[in-house]
């Protein structure tokens, strides 16, 4: 493009855009009863100057299209030379009268009217220099004394204004390029958000001398408001932003943004781009003047340092292996003067060098900011509560409360360093902290106007509107233990169908919600009260958080109000609960329930997914009528003080319902699930086909929706690889599959040529990697970077690793296999082990123990006997352990154990969420008498909501696990001795039945467990109190 010139490409934008124009304006020309009395051919083209045919070009446009009105140019005094045209009005710039720049024009054009078209009343500013100011009273004097012999004036600016968006321009002059701020505030007579300046009163003086009639009044300001501060509420780095752009480019060599094939090829015009490349050591980096105009510089998305016009080069730190160098390239704006307009183009417009190497391999992202990718970015999921240290570059979010009709106001960022603002999806303006611009003006019409009415009349309460969410989203249960800060959210899902057990501790009410999160694929709900009520739960949570279960953590909170000063069970709660959670809200305003509620469920199943947590703060949950009772003045102090109260408090209730009962959009946000790449997935086919000894380990995540568990199963037979089956997958292969390996899994992994961990995480339960073989190569599937690569950096490599759904990986590898086998002889091998195995375990269960019964018996008498469709909750230690080698689930989602937390007192929970999630099944937990302790009381619950469960309690009166250890290593038993209790007395005070087996049942055993099951179906919780004695089967196993 060859711009302002008679360059095809040029002359044909031009017509395009006058042939769309003209018919436009034409009508409204002075001549045909419109309001134009003059048209401008072009605008400085003195300055500019590069070709003489392009002016008549312009002109001959415009005349041909019917523009009949006076015809002018505009220059500055050089400009004069060869800015105009022949038959078209000259006309000068300028701010003060010096150089004679008036006679000049005179002389230039005899005859002919003489007219100041550009009188600079002010100056624009550029960042980092000081705000231009120019003395009304120069003006003043100026401006007399070009009226005075009868010059015509125009005035620029007389009303300052703002640019918007990233449509500042820049100035270059003599090599130096300087960005203008986005606010046009000029210094004008009126300023930018309109109002009268001391320039704007002399000037109506000035200009009322030359004028016979009396002035009419100024027009009366607009209004403003001041808001309340905006809080951010929510957070999502740069990095998590790249998904929502167009695809990236790949590219050897940096291209502009011009030139990049986005916006249906047409180029990226304004914002950033994203250039990624792979280094391998550090050193001198330098731009070789290539970036334009300023870039921030990571290593592994660390920031390292600026390159812009002024620093050109600095040293990257050394490190080891290939890293991620970023540089993050922002046009500052676009010169909008002079000769360097054709030398425009941005991001990195050549090669950027290290250690004198240009860069190479560049992928490259655009960042635009344009309204679909805003649209896109606010849909997301991935927005979290604002991490206390958040990662820069970022996006922030919060929310500006406008009630009534929305006014003109200023934005001021202190703290903030340097960004972009944008309004409901719409770009305001840069910010950048070194000034001069300190406030970004933000026209009234630009925020939503809503009705935002306060209905001060509605019984409606805060409550409805959770659970209207809850509803839509499908959610059947909410878990609680009831408190008056939370009664209106179970009140409210009560009457829209949704049931609400109310357990006899709150950590309880979140395991049973971790429950239904796991076996429903669904999010699990709890609600608790403020204070106590939510501390309680911190174990649950942290449960869920480890074994990556989608919960959600309705807790009650102190008045908005009265937060900090003192109020009931009043604590800091989201500092508690944001190192536990994805996403941690606290409501400030009733008609953001509905959008906090509904993002809150599609974080939790996102990504990884996990616990998230809203806090309601008591008076977004009930009526008006009652909050403004409880918080409105009833005695106001008298004077002032008592005048500001009451208008605070008013405005702050107004604030809390304005548009609370409006519609709003309450159904599922979308989900993100990450996915392996095409070429991920093909790269393991090759590996897998090639092994001859394959493995795989398949640990909870593989459960996790959207892949149901029976074409999970499918995959997994057809591709006939032996697995063992950890966490929530256990029973994925039902209860004797070839290909389910139980035994000896060190031995397997030794010899094994290719391991997929597929959502298992080398952990504690991997030896943090060390049980893998060097030799071995390894594919890790996880939804969770971490997780993925755990200990990575010590004891094992990944030969691939993905960032991926292990289910959905699971089907694609082995469709990608279809046909394919694992060689017959491998899984055989490895199941020849296992039979070998568990005939010696087999004989350790017939073994008498010194008193009492053998636990192994008792346990393969109910593996044995136990339904088919039965789901065992895990709880305990010694006797738990036992019960994972000994029992056998009959198929996925059949097993639910704490995970990784490995928590005791998760029994009464899970079993509650279990059996209310599959009525049809039998459930049974099986209980060390220690972890019985810490839910036995929830017999209650299973009682009052029909919940019949069967409780299998190993009674060793012992911490059995513990002391396995701490007697020999440490010579004391101390802490870790109970007593053979009741229990089962214990559950039939709570309405349950209880029956105690001891050694003198061992023959009857069969008959008890057959009577419990027939108990339980006929609707009554049962407890198997069985005394047992010790066996060393445990010895070696982990204990702490
Ligand atoms: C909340 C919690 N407290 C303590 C522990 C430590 N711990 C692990 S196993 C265990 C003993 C469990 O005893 P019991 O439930 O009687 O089962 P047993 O080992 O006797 O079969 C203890 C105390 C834990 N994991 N979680």
New binding site residues.
């Given amino acids: 493009m060859k711009l302002r010139t008679t360059y095809p490409g040029f002359t044909e934008a031009v017509n395009s855009f006058f042939d769309t124009l003209i018919p436009i304006i034409k009508p409204l020309q002075f001549k045909e009863g419109g309001p134009i009395i003059a048209v401008q051919v072009e605008n400085e083209y003195g300055s500019y100057a590069k070709d003489e045919h392009y002016m008549p070009f312009i002109k001959e446009a415009l005349l041909s299209r019917g523009t009949n009105e006076l015809l002018l140019t505009s220059d500055n005094r050089e400009g004069l030379k060869c800015g105009g045209v022949d038959g078209v009005l000259k006309t000068v710039n300028l701010q003060r009268l010096a150089y004679g720049t008036i006679q000049y024009l005179a002389y230039m054009q005899p005859q002919k009217p003489l007219l100041v078209m550009e009188y600079w009343s002010g100056w624009f500013d550029v960042w980092s220099e000081s705000h231009h100011v120019f003395p009304a009273e120069d003006m003043l004097a100026v401006v007399s004394q070009i009226l005075e012999p009868g010059v015509s004036i125009n005035l620029y600016m007389f009303h300052g204004g703002t640019s918007f968006g990233f449509m500042n321009g820049a100035v270059a002059n003599l090599g130096t390029y300087k960005p203008q701020v986005g606010s046009y505030d000029y210094d004008a007579p009126l300023s930018e958000a309109g109002d009268y300046t001391t320039k704007y009163q002399l000037l109506r003086n000035l200009f009322s001398q030359f004028h016979s009639e009396k002035l009419p009044e100024v027009p009366s300001l607009q209004a403003r408001r001041v808001y309340e501060p905006v809080i951010i509420q929510q957070h999502l780095s740069l990095w998590e932003s790249l998904q929502f752009t167009e695809k990236p480019l790949k590219s050897e060599e940096p291209v502009n943004m011009e030139n990049l094939p986005v916006n249906s090829n047409n180029g990226q015009s304004y914002g950033y781009t994203l250039y990624e490349t792979t280094i391998r050591r550090g050193g001198l980096l330098n731009s070789k003047k290539n970036v334009k105009d300023r870039a921030l510089v990571f290593v592994d998305r660390h920031f390292v340092g600026v390159l812009d016009y002024k620093s050109v080069e600095f040293a990257l730190p050394d490190g080891k292996g290939e890293r991620t160098l970023s540089l993050l390239v922002e046009n500052c704006g676009r010169v909008n003067y002079g000769k360097a307009l054709d030398d425009q183009r941005k991001g990195l417009v050549g090669d950027i060098v290290l250690n004198h190497v240009p860069l190479k391999d560049f992928t490259i992202y655009c960042l635009d900011m344009k309204p679909n990718f805003l649209k896109r970015l606010s849909a997301a999921s991935q927005w979290n509560s604002v991490p206390q240290k958040p990662s820069f570059p970022g996006f922030f979010q919060g929310m500006l409360y406008v009630d009534g009709h929305p006014r003109d106001t200023f934005i001021r960022l202190p703290g903030w360093s340097k960004g972009v603002v944008f309004i409901n999806g719409q770009n305001l303006g840069r910010h950048w902290s070194i000034g001069p611009q300190k406030t970004l003006y933000l026209p009234g019409p630009w925020l939503k106007s809503g009705n935002n009415q306060t209905e001060t009349q509605s019984p409606r309460h805060g409550g409805e509107s959770v659970a209207e969410v809850l509803r839509a989203h499908g959610v059947k249960f909410v878990f609680t233990l009831v408190g008056g800060h939370i009664s209106p959210i179970l009140v409210a899902c009560e009457k829209l169908g949704i049931r609400i057990v109310d357990t006899r501790h709150e950590a309880t009410a979140v395991f049973a919600a971790d429950a239904v999160a796991r076996l429903s694929g669904t999010v699990g709900v709890a609600a608790v009260t403020a204070g106590p009520g939510l501390t309680n739960t911190v174990?649950a949570v942290k449960n869920a958080q480890m074994a990556e279960s989608p919960l959600l953590l309705l807790g009650g909170a102190a008045a908005t109000l009265l937060q900090g000063r003192g109020a009931l069970q009043d604590i800091d709660q989201m500092s508690l609960f944001k190192p536990l959670c994805k996403f941690c809200a606290s409501v400030r305003s009733v008609k953001d329930i509905a959008i906090t509620v509904r993002k809150a469920l599609a974080i939790a199943q996102s990504g990884t997914p996990g616990p998230v947590f809203i806090e309601f703060p008591i008076d977004t949950l009930y009526p008006f009528h009652l909050v403004s009772k409880e918080f409105g003045v009833k005695n106001p102090p008298k004077g002032i003080m008592g005048k500001v109260v009451t208008w605070y408090l008013h405005n702050h209730l107004k604030n809390l319902f304005a548009g609370a009962w409006e519609t709003r959009d309450v159904s599922p946000l979308p989900v993100h699930i990450p996915q392996a790449t095409d070429n991920q997935v093909q790269k393991c086919i090759e590996l897998v086909s090639r092994a001859k000894k394959p493995v795989i380990l398949l640990g909870s995540q593989a459960t996790l929706p959207p892949t149901p568990t029976d074409d999970i199963r499918a995959a997994l037979e057809s591709l006939g690889i032996p697995c063992f089956l950890g966490g929530m997958s256990r029973g994925m292969l039902g209860r004797n599959s070839p290909l389910h390996i139980r035994q000896n899994r060190s031995d397997a992994l030794k010899e094994a040529d290719l391991v997929l961990l597929a959502g298992t995480v080398c952990d504690f339960r991997l030896s943090y990697g060390r049980v893998l073989n060097r030799r071995s190569r390894i594919i890790a599937v996880n939804r969770d970077k971490t997780q993925l690569l755990k200990n990575s950096d010590m004891f094992w490599k990944p030969t691939v690793a993905i960032q991926g759904d292990a289910g959905s990986f699971l089907l694609r590898l082995s469709k990608g296999l279809k046909g394919h086998t694992c060689p017959e002889d491998w899984p055989q091998c490895l199941k020849a082990g296992d039979v070998t195995k568990e005939k010696a375990n087999r004989r350790k269960a017939d073994e008498k123990t010194d008193r009492h019964l053998n636990?192994l018996s008792v346990l393969h008498r109910v593996d044995e006997l136990m339904a088919d469709d039965s789901i065992i909750v895990a709880?305990?230690?010694?006797?738990?352990?036992?019960a994972a080698y000994i029992m056998r689930p009959r198929g996925p989602l059949r097993w639910l154990d704490?995970g990784a937390f490995?928590?005791?007192?998760v029994g009464g929970g899970f079993a509650l969420g279990a059996k209310l999630c599959r009525p049809e099944s039998e459930v049974w937990i099986i209980?060390?008498?220690?972890?019985?302790?810490?839910s036995v009381a929830e017999f209650d619950t299973f009682t009052r909501h029909k919940t019949p469960v069967i409780a299998l309690v190993?009674?060793?009166a012992?911490?059995?696990?513990?002391?396995?250890e701490q007697v020999p290593i440490l010579g004391s038993n101390v802490a870790?001795g109970?007593a053979f209790t009741d229990y089962h007395i214990v559950a039939d005070g709570y309405g349950g039945k209880g029956t105690l087996i001891g050694r003198e049942d061992e023959d009857k055993l069969d008959g008890i467990i057959k009577e419990a099951q027939k108990e339980t179906r006929q609707g009554r919780a049962t407890l198997l109190n069985v005394l047992i004695g010790k066996t060393n089967f445990?010895d070696g196993s982990i204990?702490?």
Avoid: E, K, M
Avoid at 927 to 934: E, N, P, R, V
């Fill in positions: 174990t636990p709880d305990g230690g010694d006797f738990v352990g036992s704490p490995g928590t005791l007192g209980y060390g008498d220690g972890s019985l302790g810490y190993g009674n060793d012992c911490w059995s696990q513990i002391a396995r870790c109970l445990r204990s702490v």
